[in-house]
């Protein structure tokens, strides 16, 4: 039997559309299993993989200078082994020669940088030996196993004397041992180091008196790698918990079987999307196939629950209540799939390639829901058995049934509506308080991916407590010209630079080539005390570099500085990662390099009405004209390019309006060179000066762990209010075009607001950050929150065109749409909440937080949806009533066989 | 026992079947046999529904 009965006239199309799939059932289904098949396929080549460098917003500064010296300097990916004895100290054969093969071991493991591994026990780490006739030499702590106590307590020494060893690779109590290497970005294979570093330098070792720490980022990963299996348990418990509950709400298997039709033909969609585009599954993102599936069994949940109900409204005619739930939801399930969709797409503004990816894929799943739920299904239900007319009556009389019509019953008198206002009025003042604890980065110094007390941030907690700090900030010090490390003003600086940083509370300490510098000066001087400063001459400086660098190859020397002596790095170890001290951190950086480089200049600059105004000039640094461009002079000249009172207008091309303009115009121009043309604005008129940045080098921020991190967390803040406003617009644009309504925006996205931030005090009061982890999925539970409200106002419409008043139309959208509403919201808090079993933190926290996100919007649409709408009774539903769509029959050509 | 994908996707499929045999063989014959004594017992709504249910013919098409 085709479409030859009465249809609704303005849904005529969509009740043709929907029998038209009927008829072409076949095709439709072996191109639906053919692709699905294909994509089944991909999906099952999914690996498992993190790749850092999609971890960072390429595009950023910090990153640009990270991923141009970190295969010198280090980078972000450090491994830290600490050997630490219970009795006696490391100083004995057996334990020297444990960290020995430990280094040697951890030398093996696959992707270490060989040239970057810090430790007593390897050849780039070295001391100052003076030979008979006052020869002096860099030579390894240890060139081979130790045999003797002698030669241990020999190491002690040389240890105890070397400024650049003892309470950097060795504790002050000589009770510990650290050993770190870098390991190579192109080449991390976290599961592989995780096992190898287990296997070479960890498990042979361990004894009563020993005990073995380790941390840092590819450490943590291995972990989180294997938990991945988590997963798997997750998957079984969700399944078969929803199945027993959706076979429970619709009295029958088919209700159980259908949405898992959906969710798996989806997930096959997806997953081989992921693999078709060259991305992989990442461990921390598990939670988000649950969520995006659990969304897509939420639409089939709907469908069939408004199937069950034209079935009986059509008399128990099969066809014709497939085609009526088909075009009855085909609105609100296309408009829901559309704002999850692009409300998920707007992920794509941040500039990292993995949360891009995850944007298009996540987008695609979603539309992949399309297929599943839109396309197939009028051809599924046709070839599955109808449901039994007895059981959709008595299902449909059942105490779930029961229960939603007293709930909504009390929803909607005075007191209820008065009871939700004040609730949500509340709620919203409480959260408002509180959600100015959010954090963008990691508001906690242990790592929020794993639980407090897990073996990775027990590990992390003690090498912490013994060095200090461990996680690196790396500050490059590019010179103009060869040789600008041999500067003794430019290595002041950087001694400077670390003493002014180390008075920061979260940095443990600092190193960098003074440090070398002042170790070789002073055992140059017999090691005396008041040797340990910099030389006043680039002579004296060269020389002792040359004593300590002469026996090692560029390899190893390059860690330190480059072989031209152009470029060095001043690193900060850092005591934790939080995003507040990471700020702090690089804003003092950039405080001192400001600083000096006004000091040098020889001028102070004020903020004046808008202008950056020069207040004062140092009359003790002396210029000089060489041909059109000022130098510093080291003769008094009496002369000066600045003068009290001047207005910088520009640097170069870079235009400046304020101070913080000034520090980025001033960095940005001396870069690269030192020549900057500087226009001024002097008694009203405007002059311009071309001055020599008197400085040898220009710092440049951030490389190391710490500095990838200030740049992701930097790019999260600038990009999270947009996001959020494209995000709200996409969803208004797209429901403006459904309903055809300027308002219906307002009565969908406000409840939607008020729940992001209820879930946004949430975060910031269990500590759980705005990092790039936690974003995309907070953005998913955003757009995901509004299809609830959906149904319920496609309901609503479709209501008061039968029936003409408003209260009673939502009473009737809110017992049948809200009913299956309710479900959906269950299923979908189950999907998620069961990760909260994980032993990945991050993954728990967010299983939780998505399920609450689901909990507060499902919440929003039953209550604050119908209760506005009843009390602002909008023009969009009302301008509706009386309004019922003539039936009328279906054109000729589709009603026809 | 850590669960595999395998390993979870025979417990996955093995409990669907499980769901169907007993919807089939156990629920549904004992949820009519409810509703049948309800009906029998005088409850109105039951016996209401049982009619209808009962005169009612399933179209396919």
């Not at chain 1, 972990?223 to 997963?231: C, E, F, K, L, N």
Request: a neutral charge.
């Amino acid at each position: 039997m085709a479409l030859d009965y009465d249809v609704p006239e303005d849904k005529r199309v969509l009740y043709w559309l929907g029998d038209k799939l009927i008829e072409h059932r076949l095709p439709i289904t072996i191109l639906v299993v053919l692709v699905t098949g294909m994509f089944a396929y991909w999906a099952f080549q999914l690996r498992l993989v993190t790749s850092f460098g999609d971890l960072l917003p390429q595009s950023h500064e910090y990153i640009k200078i990270h991923n141009r010296f970190s295969g010198s300097f280090g980078g972000a990916n450090n491994i830290m082994i600490m050997m630490e004895v219970k009795d006696g100290t490391i100083f004995t054969p057996e334990n020297l020669n444990k960290i020995w093969r430990m280094t040697h071991g951890l030398d093996k493991v696959y992707g270490v940088n060989h040239n970057q591994i810090d430790s007593i026990a390897h050849r780039t780490v070295r001391y100052l030996k003076v030979a008979a006739g006052g020869t002096m030499r860099a030579q390894p702590v240890m060139n081979s196993e130790v045999k003797t106590e002698d030669e241990a307590n020999l190491i002690r020494r040389n240890v105890h004397n070397s400024e650049n060893i003892y309470g950097l690779l060795v504790s002050l109590d000589d009770k510990a041992a650290l050993i770190r290497a870098n390991f190579i970005e192109g080449k991390l294979d976290y599961q592989r180091i995780f096992t190898e570093v287990n296997a070479n330098s960890v498990d042979p070792f361990l004894d009563d008196n020993t005990e073995i720490y380790v941390a840092g980022e590819p450490r943590l990963y291995g972990w989180v790698y294997s938990y991945s299996g988590d997963v798997f348990f997750i998957l079984v418990v969700t399944y078969c918990i929803e199945w027993i509950l959706r076979w429970m709400y619709f009295h029958d298997w088919r209700g159980a079987l259908r949405p898992t039709i959906t969710g798996l033909i989806a997930a096959f969609w997806g997953m081989g999307f992921i693999y078709l585009i060259g991305l992989a599954l990442d461990p921390l993102m598990l939670v988000m196939p649950f969520l995006i599936t659990a969304r897509a069994v939420s639409h089939a949940i709907q469908m069939h629950d408004r199937y069950y109900e034209e079935f009986e409204k059509s008399g128990w005619h099969k066809r014709r209540a497939i085609v009526a739930s088909f075009g009855e939801l085909f609105v609100p399930m296309m408009s829901g799939i559309a704002t999850d969709a692009f409300g998920v797409l707007v992920i794509l503004l941040v500039p990292v390639i993995m949360l891009q990816k995850l944007a298009i894929t996540a987008s695609w799943w979603i539309l992949a829901i399309t297929i599943s739920e839109m396309l197939l299904n009028p051809v599924v239900y046709y070839y599955l058995k109808p449901p039994e007319p007895e059981l959709v009556l008595m299902r449909d009389r059942g105490g779930f049934r029961k229960g939603i019509n007293w709930w909504v019953a009390r929803l909607l008198s005075r007191t209820g509506m008065v009871v939700t206002l004040v609730s949500w009025f509340l709620a919203t003042a409480v959260s408002l308080y509180f959600v100015r604890g959010l954090t963008f980065g990691d508001p906690t110094s242990a790592s929020p991916l794993l639980k407090l007390d897990s073996p990775y941030n027990v590990s992390h907690k003690r090498i912490q407590d013994k060095f200090g700090g461990v996680e690196p900030l790396i500050v490059v010090a590019e010179g103009y010209d060869r040789d600008a490390m041999k500067e003794p003003k430019m290595l002041r600086r950087m001694e400077e630079f670390q003493r002014v940083m180390e008075r920061d509370e979260s940095i443990g300490y600092s190193f960098s080539l003074t440090d070398i510098i002042r170790a070789v000066d002073m055992v140059f001087h017999e090691l005396e005390p008041k040797w340990g400063v910099i030389p006043n001459t680039w002579v004296d400086v060269g020389s002792l570099f040359f004593i300590y660098f002469s026996g090692s190859p560029p390899t190893e020397t390059a860690k330190y500085v480059d072989p031209s002596y152009t470029t060095a790095h001043v690193t900060f170890f850092c005591k934790d990662h939080k995003g507040d001290n990471i700020r702090r951190i690089i804003h003092r950086c950039k405080q001192f390099i400001y600083g000096s480089q006004t000091k040098d200049l020889g001028i102070k600059l004020e903020e004046r009405d808008g202008k950056v105004v020069i207040a004062d000039v140092d009359k003790e640094v002396q210029w000089e004209k060489a041909g059109p461009s000022w130098i510093v002079s080291e003769h008094a000249t009496g002369e000066t390019p600045f003068k009290a009172g001047d207005v910088v207008l520009a640097l170069g091309k870079n235009e400046v309006t304020d101070l913080d303009s000034f520090k980025f115009a001033v960095n940005k121009q001396t870069a690269n060179k030192t020549l900057v043309d500087w226009k001024l604005q002097r008694n009203g008129t405007v002059v311009e000066e071309t001055i020599v940045a008197p400085w040898k080098a220009a710092f440049k921020l951030a490389g190391g762990l710490i500095g990838t991190l200030a740049a992701a967390n930097e790019e999260l803040i600038t990009n999270d209010l947009m996001m959020n406003f494209l995000g709200f617009l996409s969803m208004y644009i797209i429901v403006l075009f459904t309903y055809r309504s300027f308002a219906v925006g307002f009565y969908l996205l406000a409840p939607l607001l008020l729940a992001n931030v209820i879930i946004n005090a949430y975060m910031a009061l269990n500590d759980i950050g705005v990092n790039i982890h936690t974003l995309p999925l907070v953005t998913v539970g955003l757009g995901f929150g509004i299809d609830y409200g959906l149904y319920i106002i496609s309901r609503a419409i479709e209501e008061i065109r039968i029936r003409g008043d408003l209260r009673d139309s939502l009473r009737e959208a809110l017992e049948t749409s809200g009913k299956a509403v309710t479900f959906t919201a269950v299923t979908m808090i189950i999907s998620t909440i069961f990760w909260v079993t994980s032993n990945v933190r991050f993954n728990a926290e967010m299983g939780l937080l998505l399920a609450l996100w689901m909990a507060i919007s499902y919440i929003a649409s039953q209550t604050l949806i119908p209760v506005m709408i009843v009390l602002m009774k909008p023009r969009f539903i009302t301008r509706e009533a009386n309004l019922a769509p003539k039936m009328v029959p279906s054109s000729t050509d589709s009603t026809e066989r | 026992m850590e669960l595999g994908m395998w390993s979870s996707v025979t417990i996955v499929t093995a409990f669907s079947f499980l769901v169907i045999f007993l919807d089939g063989y156990v629920v549904k014959p004992w949820r009519e046999r409810r509703w049948e004594r309800r009906a029998a017992s005088g409850d109105k709504e039951a016996a209401e529904l049982l009619r209808i249910a009962k005169s009612a013919k399933v179209s396919e098409e």
